[in-house]
């Protein structure tokens, strides 16, 4: 019989992110977790609409950290462009 991977918890998430570097941490809430401290108290979006932390392995739930951490960076500098944008045509005025 093939060994059965280990039972993703939230620590091993957690320590896996603090062996990164990271200061986020996953908590979990009514239904869904989700990714706080740090720079995710600042993100648009830090939600991860699983029930069940073992609905995910460690790997995905490192990459939909990582996901989140890109969008956030995504959104902000379009959001920063825009403000430009809009900046520099009301002075053209």
């Not at 979006?45 to 739930?61: A, F, G, N, R, Y």
Request: no cysteine; net charge positive.
């Amino acid at each position: 019989m093939g060994k059965k991977p280990n039972r993703v918890t939230r620590k091993m998430v957690n320590d896996a992110l603090r062996a990164r570097g990271r200061d986020e941490n996953l908590r979990e809430d009514d239904g869904f977790f989700y990714f706080a401290g740090g720079e995710a108290v600042n993100w648009l979006t830090s939600s991860v609409m699983v029930k069940k932390i073992s609905d995910l392995t460690l790997e995905q739930w490192l990459n939909t950290f990582d996901s989140l951490l890109e969008r956030d960076k995504q959104l902000r500098k379009q959001m920063a462009a825009t403000t430009v944008a809009k900046s520099s045509s009301r002075s053209k005025k």
